[in-house]
């Protein structure tokens, strides 16, 4: 925001007070408007500083003047502006309506009949030119002053080319089209918030009037518009236009509704010193009309010294807060309650006021050694799993990615283990084909390793904890709207995917039970698909993607993915652990060759064996599978590591060949299965 020095003496004497350029900059910058430069353009000074975004009131010169009023303590003087009216009415000859009161709440229009269009006086040429805005004619001057003056956006129109006199707020229509005044057409969408007449758009809010409205040097009556349009639709209508502008600017950070009708009188009564003409009298106005009120905010002033660490007296914040516009409500000891001025949206908590106390009495009034109170926390279990999850995947030599929340359909559809749940999309997105909240991270780590592919990091070994959406949350617990999930893809075997699985949940939740069942998603290869459950629960999936999804991303080899509930691994999380001795008997394992059924999963032999090993079997480990000629058809072979200890004595042979004899029994009697010789 660059303002003119001049300018600001016009509403706070800082000159008379013998107040330099440099320290005005120095104490704005101290408050929170910092300088990016200042440098004299003819006799007055430009300064140009960084406003904060929550901060729209300070996007004009009274604001920027109303802060230097504060830091000075100096009055404040802002033009009364009581144009004069003479005319008939406005609304005699002009009708205005909204049709879309959540994209534009207020709108204000006034009429001045009979104007002169011609060069602005050297004045106010000078004012713009120092700012760096170009003089067009005086009407369109005086609203760019106004603007700036004030930080409220105005347009004014060619009333005599409003086709029957109307005005309409409207959603733009299929197919519309529009000529701005840069000259350049645009195609409107249907999301879009314009400004029509009783034919066509003649601007789109917020952001640039038409072509065919402007004013001109023929331009005999003026209609000067002042409203507020919803940020969020000014910003996705300038974002898909790709058309900014200084309007468009401040509507996306709001403005203040009450200033509405203040930059309305302003405007007319600089037009009708500049420009001459009659104002009509009285303002044409639709929409809801000022908002309510903001809600009080309680200060308690022991809050603060505890959060600056030094003690600014009761009175001092009651003064500061009230020379910055605040209304005192209430007070008493200990705290005070004020209600926030309408061009301060951003003022809604305590803290917001211990920042504003904190800024105007002098950051660098705080000494660097300022003793601020210490509070002992510790690391949420949220925290703890986290950390566990990265540190865990990292030791395991993968590294963690960070993706956009957003996915096209197409990306959506490359990994669904939810099967046909809706995607929860986005109206107004400015990456309009990217606009669903995805409801797995795998197809975004898919398009990532691509990516590194392309880049020449071949077999990019990624993993990310992120949330997916999987509904709108209306009414459901955060926990399923929108669950936290850990995911990993790897170049590495399904084996190995699922090791690194189990390891992760042996070191979190190592009492926990972690079962695998077979998953037939149509992602995954045949046989190469698992879902986990955890104590019971659903926990996840893993597998080793089919062709057909690798080569929709064009990836070079075959990947392994897995997606896991952080929620539950939470749940499980054992923070305190029971540590057992190193055993000091010897460990006696023996290697089992079962020949089974196809149909027979590995968690199924492993609960068999278990239950069948005894007290003495403390171990089941997977140890090779096979397929080949000497496996009969429809069957398979797996190897068995069991490991049997006893913790008192050194087992004998026959001790464990007892219960070899029984895991080999209760295989036989309940899986069919075969000892290969």
């Not at 060759?593 to 003495?616: P, R, Y």
């Amino acid at each position: 925001m660059i303002v003119s020095q001049d300018w600001l003496n016009q509403y706070v004497e800082l000159s008379k007070a013998g107040i330099s350029v440099e320290q005005l900059t120095d104490r704005l910058t101290m408050s929170g408007l910092n300088l990016e430069e200042f440098h004299p353009v003819g006799n007055d000074v430009a300064i140009d500083v960084e406003v904060t975004s929550n901060r729209p009131d300070c996007l004009g010169h009274i604001g920027v003047a109303r802060e230097a009023a504060v830091l000075f303590d100096l009055p404040l003087n802002i033009p009364a502006a009581e144009p004069s009216a003479s005319g008939k009415a406005a609304y005699s000859d002009f009708r205005l309506s909204i049709e879309c009161p959540d994209l534009c709440p207020e709108y204000h229009a006034r009429l001045i009949r009979g104007v002169r269009i011609g060069p602005s006086p050297a004045w106010l040429v000078d004012r713009l030119s120092a700012i760096g805005v170009n003089s067009v004619n005086n009407v369109v001057d005086v609203t760019n002053y106004v603007m700036m003056e004030c930080g409220q956006p105005l347009h004014a129109f060619d009333f005599d080319k409003l086709k029957d006199k109307t005005i309409v707020v409207r959603r733009a229509k299929a197919g519309e089209k529009i000529t701005a005044i840069d000259q350049k057409q645009y195609a409107l969408s249907e999301e879009m918030c314009v400004i029509a007449d009783a034919e066509m758009p003649v601007a789109v809010a917020g952001v640039m009037g038409g072509l065919d409205t402007e004013i001109s040097d023929s331009t005999v009556n003026v209609l000067i518009e002042t409203a507020s349009f919803a940020s969020l639709s000014v910003r996705s209508t300038a974002r898909s236009l790709k058309l900014h502008s200084p309007s468009s600017y401040r509507f996306e950070r709001k403005v203040d509704r009450r200033n509405l009708d203040w930059a309305s009188r302003r405007c007319c009564e600089l037009i009708l010193q500049i420009a001459g003409g009659e104002l009509a009298e009285g303002s044409v106005v639709a929409g809801e009309g000022p908002p309510a009120d903001a809600q009080p905010v309680t200060l308690r002033f022991s809050k603060v010294t505890e959060l600056l660490g030094i003690v600014i007296t009761p009175n001092e914040c009651v003064s500061i807060l009230s020379r910055l516009g605040l209304e005192l409500v209430s007070d008493n000891e200990t705290s005070a309650a004020f209600k926030p001025p309408s061009w301060r949206q951003d003022l809604t908590r305590e803290c917001d006021l211990i920042e504003e106390v904190a800024r105007i009495h002098g950051y660098d009034q705080i000494p660097t050694d300022a003793t601020l109170p210490v509070v002992a926390t510790c690391r949420t279990t949220r925290e703890r799993v986290l950390d566990g999850i990265r540190s865990h995947f990292a030791s395991c030599g993968m590294y963690e990615a960070l993706t956009l929340s957003f996915v096209s359909e197409d990306q959506r559809q490359l990994f669904k283990p939810r099967g046909t749940m809706e995607a929860v999309a986005v109206s107004h997105s400015s990456r309009s084909h990217e606009n669903q909240l995805r409801q797995s991270l795998i197809p975004s780590l898919l398009q990532c390793r691509r990516q590194n592919e392309r880049h020449g990091t071949v077999n990019a070994e990624l993993f990310e904890i992120a949330k997916v959406y999987l509904s709108a949350g209306q009414g459901e617990p955060e926990r399923q709207a929108e669950p936290t999930m850990v995911s990993f893809v790897s170049g590495r075997s399904f084996a190995a995917g699922k090791g690194l699985v189990e390891t992760l949940v042996a070191r979190l939740a190592p009492n926990a039970v972690l079962t695998t069942e077979p998953c037939e998603a149509p992602e995954f290869a045949a046989g190469r698909g698992a879902a986990f459950r955890l104590n019971g629960q659903a926990f996840g999936w893993i597998g080793e993607l089919d062709r057909q999804v690798t080569d929709a991303v064009d990836l070079e080899d075959a990947v392994t993915i897995a997606e896991l509930d952080v929620h539950l691994l939470e749940d499980t999380f054992e923070l305190h652990r029971l540590y057992t001795p190193i055993p000091r008997f010897p460990v006696i394992s023996r290697d089992l060759n079962f020949v089974v059924s196809e149909s027979i999963t590995w968690s199924k032999l492993v609960t068999t064996v278990t239950s069948a090993g005894g007290s003495l079997l403390k171990s089941v480990d997977f140890n090779g599978q096979y397929r080949g000629k000497q496996i009969e058809t429809g069957c398979k072979s797996y190897v068995v590591t069991c490991r049997f200890l006893a913790e008192d004595r050194t087992l004998t042979a026959d001790e464990v060949d007892l219960s070899v004899n029984a895991i080999i029994a209760a295989c036989a009697s309940d899986l069919s299965a075969k000892l290969r010789a």
